[in-house]
């Protein structure tokens, strides 16, 4: 759904739409053009138009906000690995069905409080590991939408929701907003609470937003209480980087053709041992993921799901050594990361391997956000100009730098409409 000035509701985006979802509801809400009610039966009619084909929300309830803020009227939705108060909160698994939450997380008390609208939760892959749920991509259903936050990503992207929260342990909101053609941010580790949020591999986890645009997601930020910050000029496109499909190639090259005028962009030499990021990443994933998930697997074997159930029995036999090891290898490549990103402060790269895969059996490949995670930065994705199916952008930056990518992120969007 794209909604005009003139307040036309279009069932895809134009073009050459600049204001998103979210600015517009803001824009309308400012102006009484529309108030919040008329705001939230906008969304809840997209639902009923689209959902039976995408299946991008568990249960749709809207919830009165219980304070006023920035956020008073705008709809959101909620990953179904984040704890809702009297909604469902079934972890993308059968074994949960029916189970609701007693209490609401701590990222989405602090969303309500702002007077922002829970309409209700998005589906999950199974307790956020690869096996998928049943979300269709809004931009060719028999296509994956991306996982594990794939119902808050599609639900973004089909305009029901303005804005959603997810969560990243290795690619899962970077990659489905790549997928999926709207904005994914995983801010600085430790910046938004996962307290009431199903954990996965603590080291790892996460939380993340989706918006349709990038000026949505600067606008978000500013409005949650974090301050401006001016955004830095200097691009550098690491020069080892996983191998990518051609549509992906192309549209990257493209991208940074059309921002070199209004950038400088050079090519970086990525530290020695950044090549063991990957592989360390890894071990620690699995060493913690088994035992956060080991005795749901004791009891029910693969019906915690056939990939997670796999991953455990793999992950039990990481030994502690191996798993410190990992541990401080990561330590040692975000010190030489750190340094880097003092002379060269933002890291261009492709979102994703390509486009999303055909099928719902592979969420797709995270490689290409995976070294971010592990290293706790911020990383944003933002669609790219193209035919076909989305790709997105990358853009990475040193922890704390979070306010200077998504206002960087908001420019590079307006070079490329």
Same mark, same amino acid.
């Given at each position: 759904?794209?909604?005009?000035?003139?307040?036309?509701?279009?069932?895809?985006?134009?073009?050459?739409?600049?204001?998103?979802?979210?600015?517009?509801?803001?824009?309308?809400?400012?102006?009484?053009?529309?108030?919040?009610?008329?705001?939230?039966?906008?969304?809840?009619?997209?639902?009923?138009?689209?959902?039976? &084909?995408?299946?991008?929300?568990?249960?749709?309830?809207?919830?009165?906000?219980?304070?006023?803020?920035?956020?008073?009227?705008?709809?959101?939705?909620?990953?179904?690995?984040?704890?809702?108060?009297?909604?469902?909160?079934?972890?993308?698994?059968?074994?949960?069905?029916?189970?609701?939450?007693?209490?609401?997380? +701590?990222?989405?008390?602090?969303?309500?409080?702002?007077? %922002?609208?829970?309409?209700?939760?998005?589906?999950?892959?199974?307790?956020?590991?690869?096996?998928? %749920?049943?979300?269709?991509?809004?931009?060719?259903?028999?296509?994956?939408?991306?996982?594990?936050?794939?119902?808050?990503?599609?639900?973004?992207?089909?305009?029901?929701?303005?804005?959603?929260?997810?969560? &990243?342990?290795?690619?899962?909101?970077?990659?489905?907003?790549?997928?999926?053609?709207?904005?994914?941010?995983?801010?600085?580790?430790?910046?938004?609470?996962?307290?009431?949020?199903?954990?996965?591999?603590?080291?790892?986890?996460?939380?993340?937003?989706?918006?349709?645009?990038?000026?949505?997601?600067?606008?978000?930020?500013?409005?949650?209480?974090?301050?401006?910050?001016?955004?830095?000029?200097?691009?550098?496109?690491?020069?080892?980087?996983?191998?990518?499909?051609?549509?992906?190639?192309? +549209?990257?090259?493209?991208?940074?053709?059309?921002? !070199?005028? &209004?950038?400088?962009?050079?090519?970086? !030499?990525?530290?020695?041992?950044?090549?063991?990021?990957?592989?360390?990443?890894?071990?620690?994933?699995?060493?913690?993921?088994?035992?956060?998930?080991?005795?749901?697997?004791?009891?029910?074997?693969?019906?915690?799901?056939?990939?997670?159930?796999?991953?455990? !029995?793999?992950?039990?036999?990481?030994?502690?050594?191996?798993?410190?090891?990992?541990?401080?290898?990561?330590?040692?490549?975000?010190?030489?990361?750190?340094?880097?990103?003092?002379?060269?402060?933002?890291?261009?790269?492709?979102?994703?391997?390509?486009? %999303?895969?055909?099928?719902?059996?592979?969420?797709?490949?995270?490689?290409?956000?995976?070294?971010?995670?592990?290293?706790?930065?911020?990383?944003?994705?933002?669609?790219?100009?193209?035919?076909?199916?989305?790709?997105?952008?990358?853009?990475?930056?040193?922890?704390?730098?979070?306010?200077?990518?998504?206002?960087?992120?908001?420019?590079?969007?307006?070079?490329?409409?």
């Amino acid at each position: 759904m794209w909604l005009a000035d003139d307040g036309t509701v279009y069932t895809d985006r134009p073009v050459h739409a600049k204001v998103g979802l979210l600015r517009q509801f803001v824009d309308w809400l400012e102006t009484h053009k529309r108030s919040a009610d008329e705001l939230l039966e906008l969304c809840l009619e997209r639902i009923s138009t689209r959902d039976a &084909q995408l299946h991008a929300w568990v249960q749709v309830s809207p919830q009165p906000a219980p304070g006023k803020g920035p956020l008073s009227g705008i709809p959101f939705g909620v990953k179904d690995i984040f704890e809702t108060c009297d909604l469902a909160t079934e972890y993308g698994s059968a074994l949960y069905a029916g189970r609701k939450g007693s209490t609401d997380a +701590a990222l989405v008390t602090r969303f309500r409080k702002l007077g %922002a609208v829970l309409m209700g939760k998005t589906h999950t892959t199974a307790f956020a590991y690869f096996d998928a %749920a049943p979300t269709r991509n809004p931009h060719n259903p028999a296509h994956t939408p991306g996982g594990s936050s794939s119902g808050s990503a599609a639900a973004v992207a089909a305009g029901m929701a303005p804005f959603a929260l997810g969560t &990243q342990t290795l690619g899962s909101v970077l990659r489905p907003a790549s997928f999926c053609g709207v904005v994914g941010f995983k801010p600085s580790v430790g910046l938004l609470s996962l307290e009431g949020a199903l954990p996965f591999a603590p080291s790892l986890d996460t939380a993340g937003l989706f918006t349709q645009t990038a000026d949505d997601m600067h606008w978000l930020w500013t409005a949650i209480g974090h301050a401006e910050a001016t955004p830095k000029r200097s691009l550098a496109i690491p020069s080892l980087m996983p191998p990518v499909e051609p549509a992906m190639e192309v +549209a990257f090259r493209r991208t940074v053709e059309r921002l !070199e005028p &209004q950038f400088s962009i050079s090519v970086v !030499e990525m530290p020695e041992r950044f090549a063991e990021l990957s592989g360390a990443t890894n071990v620690i994933f699995a060493y913690e993921g088994a035992r956060t998930h080991e005795a749901r697997w004791r009891e029910h074997g693969e019906r915690i799901g056939p990939k997670l159930a796999r991953l455990v !029995e793999e992950g039990l036999r990481i030994t502690a050594d191996q798993y410190h090891a990992a541990l401080i290898t990561v330590v040692e490549i975000k010190r030489q990361m750190s340094r880097l990103f003092g002379q060269y402060p933002v890291l261009v790269t492709p979102a994703a391997p390509g486009p %999303a895969p055909e099928g719902l059996h592979s969420t797709g490949d995270p490689v290409m956000n995976l070294p971010w995670t592990a290293l706790g930065v911020p990383a944003i994705s933002v669609p790219m100009p193209g035919l076909g199916l989305p790709l997105g952008l990358q853009l990475v930056s040193e922890s704390g730098t979070d306010s200077s990518l998504l206002a960087l992120a908001a420019e590079v969007e307006s070079l490329l409409q």
